[in-house]
DNA sequence: ACCTATTTTTAGACTTATCTAAATATATTT
DNA sequence: AAATATATTTAGATAAGTCTAAAAATAGGT
């Protein structure tokens, strides 16, 4: 199988090419794994020739379809991993990551497919992203940014695009989370802030949090 | 913290100083590892270094009392994952041991506890060995070996000394598991091998299983 | 006590994943 | 299109953990 940061490496690669629809450069990637241009470029030499990703000098980087499978399911993990945390371990969303990022690399097919059942195949984690079934199969909700929302315009929170501990908790403390119904009630033109309506509360938001939660619109 | 190897050396040697009562010897390390002497004699020197061994040349290893605190850590959440995988995912005792040497080393005091706590405080693994508490509390069973009874004696199945597939596996083809009654009928002094009763039931046992199971007399 | 066998350690090499610094390729600006 | 800036790759080094082969220490037998 594939060492822990193999499975690291494709996980970011995922992410990106989901962000910039294309391949990947070296810099985005070092970027994302917190590391220097000149490791990505070793790891990617390592990753091509394990078929994982496809790569020409200079080009950047993209998934086979092996390194696909593979991010994939070490996303699964991940996602099944908080969703278990949260909901049978008392854990807030807020201090899930990191140990999710340890657990996602655990080998053992049987044991994500009955950690599934056991939790009743879940759709999405506590922050609202889509966990893969067993097959590779995303659920892709049409959301969108609530700071994309006009005034007057509503929908209900389904996710975080922020997962740091920081957001969060501030969402917390608030009385945001997922699955609310929120309307803009006022949009400021020159800031981006937005007034909205929350279980019958107003509140005062900043362009960097209507920015970072997802809302999914009633049609 | 300290490594995947680190740990799995600390685990090794607190399993064989409660075996032979003594310093660690290189070579019976080395043995448990599955690796070469010259390894453990480098891996030694790292765990003293961090002080969590005492190594004199030649004179073999002991736990410190920080290498012992971190051996009976790792094995404490061992098996906790051994019995949330038999009691919550319905893994059988037999499919247990592999996942969980995974699952050991992930890192968060908060989950190790609250995995406790959701599994209700479990005092034996299933294989009947005793899971810490949260102090690194072991509950010490006066257990002995089957093959240790005489004709006539009996007592309750509470362990397994070897925990390999196949054995565990001939148990349940035969019925066999913790928590029932055994009751030796004859013991043959020629191969060791037994009659025993177990729920009504004749059995004939070769001394290799008789001496891999632990059995608790009542008093 | 000496010789031999066994155990343990040392020395040097390999692999994985990382780094810095230098070299090279690509992109941008004028 | 040349000059400059940026991005990427290469070369060589480091640390962790392992190995083989050789050297050194200990233990055992007589």
């Known amino acids: 199988m594939f060492s822990f940061s193999e499975e690291n490496y494709l996980k970011a690669i995922f992410h990106l090419e989901r962000k910039y629809q294309a391949g990947v450069s070296t810099n985005a990637l070092a970027e994302e794994m917190d590391t220097k241009a000149s490791s990505v470029t070793d790891m990617i030499k390592k990753l091509s020739e394990k078929e994982l990703v496809v790569y020409k000098k200079y080009q950047g980087v993209k998934l086979s379809e092996l390194g696909r499978k593979t991010a ?36 053992s097919e049987k044991l994500t497919r009955e950690l599934d059942k056991f939790l009743g195949f879940p759709k999405r984690d506590p922050h609202g992203d889509p966990i893969p079934d067993a097959e590779g199969n995303f659920s892709v909700a049409n959301k969108m940014l609530l700071s994309e929302l006009e005034k007057t315009e509503q929908g209900i929170c389904v996710g975080v695009k922020d997962s740091s501990s920081d957001f969060l908790r501030f969402l917390d403390k608030n009385n945001i989370s997922l699955g609310k119904d929120i309307k803009v009630l006022e949009k400021e033109a020159f800031d981006g802030s937005m007034l909205i309506l929350i279980e019958e509360r107003q509140l005062r938001i900043s362009q960097l949090i209507s920015n970072n939660l997802y809302i999914k619109i009633q049609q």
Chains 1, 2 share one sequence.
């Open 72 to 107: 994939v399911e070490v996303i699964r993990k991940h996602r099944l991993w908080e969703y278990f945390l949260v909901e049978k371990l008392n854990f807030n969303w807020d201090e899930v990551h990191d140990i999710a990022e340890q657990l996602e690399h655990i080998k």
